[in-house]
Each structure stands twice: as structure tokens, then as C-alpha cells.
């Protein structure tokens, strides 16, 4: 018999986390979204007794149309937003340990994300007003899928 170590796991689980960023700015104001691109970083991952406690950052790229108002004429031009919100959660994993390791399996947001205007504005063109947002609310379900892994000795037979 020999001995090998390696890691088993002792637990996965997945939990959710909403981030909400108060007072995006738009400058120029937005007119019309084009898109939006999403990232999830987990920067620390740490385990205690049966949870593990993670701190991230979300990233949220916003590229739109905005609109300013320059001698009665309405200028429209594409403009881009980077928000960056820091968070932080825990998820239970029963078993696990202090000591133990922590690997992140999944970090992202699949279909809660929403940008909620909370300043707008009417801005006069010669072809009539323009509805335009100056801050928005920002709010996003984050999930973050952790596994817990443990080092352990195990006895394999070797053939010989």
C-alpha cells in the first residue's frame, strides 16, 4: 500500500448577493442605452467553520447615447460608463473547516440586472423633447458558486 494526498472535495454550494450602486452619472445625460457588459472578480475566499465568506467586485461597462444641448441644437454622441461596486457575502457549507480550501466555480450575473433612472431630465429639440436620464440606480443579483476542498492522506494499492 502507498500513500498519495489529494484533495476531496467536502462541499459546494451557491448563494446570491445583490449589489446595489446609488448615483450613477451620466455626462452627458443618457438618451439610449447600446449595451452593457458585466464582470464578476471574487478577490478573497475564505473558509470557517461550515460557511465561507468572499469579498468581490462588480464591473459594469455602460456604452450609450448621450445627448447635450448646445445653441438650441441637440448633440448626440456615444459615451461610456465604467461602475465598479464592491461586495461581499457568505454561503453555508456544512463540513467545512477552518484550514481548509476554497475554489470559486462560478462568479457572475445571469439575468437580474437592472439600471433604475432616479434623474431625468426634458431636453428641447426642434423636433421636440428629449426624455434623458442624469442618475440611475444600479442594482444586480450577483451568484457566486463555491467549492470546498480538503487535503487528505489516502491509502492506493500498488500493484508489484
Known amino acids: 500500500m502507498a500513500l498519495i494526498k489529494t484533495e476531496v472535495v467536502v ?10 450602486k446609488e448615483d450613477v452619472v451620466f455626462d452627458p445625460p443618457l438618451y439610449k442605452v447600446i ?3 458585466l464582470a ?4 478573497d475566499c475564505l473558509v470557517c467553520a461550515d460557511k465561507v ?13 448621450g445627448v447635450g444641448c448646445e445653441r ?8 461610456w460608463v465604467e461602475v ?3 461586495f461581499a457575502g457568505f454561503v453555508d457549507v456544512p463540513g467545512a473547516q477552518v484550514g481548509d480550501g476554497c ?8 439575468d437580474c440586472n437592472f439600471l433604475i433612472p432616479t434623474e431625468t431630465a ?35 494499492a500498488v500493484n508489484g
Request: proline share 2%; aromatic share 4%; net charge neutral.
Open 122 to 156: 426634458q431636453l428641447e429639440d426642434r423636433k421636440g423633447p428629449i426624455g434623458v436620464v442624469r442618475k440611475a440606480l444600479q442594482k444586480t443579483i450577483v451568484d457566486v458558486t463555491v467549492k470546498v476542498v480538503r487535503t487528505e492522506q489516502i491509502e492506493v
Open 84 to 86: 465598479t461596486v464592491p
Open 40 to 43: 464578476v472578480e471574487i478577490g
Open 72 to 79: 438650441g441644437f441637440v448633440e448626440r454622441e456615444v459615451r
Open 11 to 20: 462541499g459546494e454550494a451557491t448563494t446570491q448577493v445583490l449589489v446595489i
Open 53 to 65: 465568506l468572499f469579498n468581490g467586485k462588480l464591473i459594469k461597462d455602460i456604452i450609450y447615447k
Open 103 to 110: 475554489q470559486v466555480e462560478f462568479a457572475g450575473v445571469k
Open 35 to 37: 449595451q452593457e457588459d
